[in-house]
C-alpha cells in the first residue's frame, strides 16, 4: 500500500499538492528503548509549517463564502491537475489537507489514492461523513465523482462551520432532505437559508445523490459561484 502511495506521489508536482522529498525500503530506526529495527520502507515529505485545515476551521469557525471560494481556488487547480493525470484521491477531508504559513493549502495523504481504472472503482474507502453515497451502497463508483463529493463537505464546513450531514445515507435526516430535493427545508434546518444563491445552487450539486449530475471539477470552475 505505501509502495502505491509513493508511486503516486512521485508522478505528482503541483504547488498544493506536499512534496515528496525521499523514499526507500532501507529506512533503520533506534527506538528509545534500545531496540533497533532495518529495512523499513519508508516516505520522506517536506514539512508543512501551519498545521491542517481541520484545526483552522475549529480556530475560526464559520469562515464564510470568500473565504470558501479561496479555498476552492487552490483545491480546484490540484484536482483539475490529478483528474487530467488520471489520479483520484479518495480521502479528501479537513485532516488530509494541510495549511502552510502563507496560506497555500496542500492535499496531503494519497493512501487511498489511485490511478488504475478510476472510472470504474469498487473499494469501500474513504472517511465516513465525506464518502459519497454510492460508495455507502457498495456500487461501482468513478473516483473523480467522489472527490467532487468529499470536495463540497469540506467547503460546506469552511463556509459555514459545520458539516452539512453526518452521513450520506437514506436514515441521516439533512442528506435525506437534500437527496428528496427538500432544499427550503434543508437550507432553514442548517442554518443556511442566507447564504449566497450561487452558492446552494453549487453545494447541492456537489452533494447529488446521483454522482452523474455532480458538476465536474471543470464545471465547478465555471460555475457562477466562483466566477
Ligand atoms: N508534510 C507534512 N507536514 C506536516 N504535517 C504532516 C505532513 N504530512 C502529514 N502530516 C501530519 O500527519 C498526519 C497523518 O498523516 P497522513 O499522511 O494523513 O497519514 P494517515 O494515513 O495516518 O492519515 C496528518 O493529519 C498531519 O497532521
Ligand atoms: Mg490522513
Redesign the pocket.
Known amino acids: 500500500m505505501i509502495e502505491k502511495e509513493i508511486e503516486i506521489l512521485q508522478g505528482l508536482k503541483h504547488k498544493n499538492i506536499?512534496n515528496l522529498v525521499s523514499y526507500g525500503s532501507d529506512g533503520h530506526v533506534a527506538k528509545p528503548s534500545g531496540k533497533e529495527m532495518s529495512n523499513i520502507v519508508f516516505i520522506m515529505?517536506?514539512?508543512?509549517p501551519g498545521g491542517?485545515l481541520f484545526d483552522m476551521c475549529q480556530t475560526l469557525g464559520v469562515m464564510g463564502e470568500d473565504a470558501g471560494r479561496f479555498f476552492m481556488t487552490q483545491m480546484l487547480d490540484v484536482l483539475k491537475y490529478m483528474h487530467q493525470l488520471g489520479v483520484v484521491h479518495r480521502d479528501i477531508k479537513l485532516?488530509?489537507i494541510?495549511v502552510d504559513d502563507q496560506q497555500n493549502f496542500?492535499l496531503?495523504?494519497f493512501?487511498f489514492a489511485t490511478f488504475k481504472n478510476v472510472t470504474k472503482l469498487n473499494d469501500y474507502v474513504g472517511t465516513k461523513t465525506y464518502m459519497a453515497p454510492e460508495i455507502k451502497e457498495c456500487k461501482e463508483y468513478d473516483g473523480r465523482q467522489v472527490d467532487v463529493f468529499a470536495l463540497g463537505v469540506v467547503l460546506f464546513v469552511i463556509v459555514q462551520g459545520t458539516f452539512p450531514f453526518q452521513e450520506a445515507v437514506d436514515d441521516d435526516y439533512y442528506y435525506d432532505l437534500l437527496k428528496r430535493g427538500k432544499l427550503e427545508k434543508y437550507f432553514k434546518s442548517t442554518r443556511t437559508e442566507n447564504l449566497s444563491d450561487e452558492f446552494k445552487d453549487l453545494i447541492v450539486k456537489m452533494f447529488s445523490h446521483d454522482p452523474t449530475k455532480r458538476p465536474t471539477i471543470k464545471q465547478i470552475i465555471e460555475h457562477p459561484w466562483m466566477q
Open positions: 506536499v515529505l517536506e514539512y508543512i491542517l485532516e488530509n494541510l496542500k496531503a495523504d493512501g
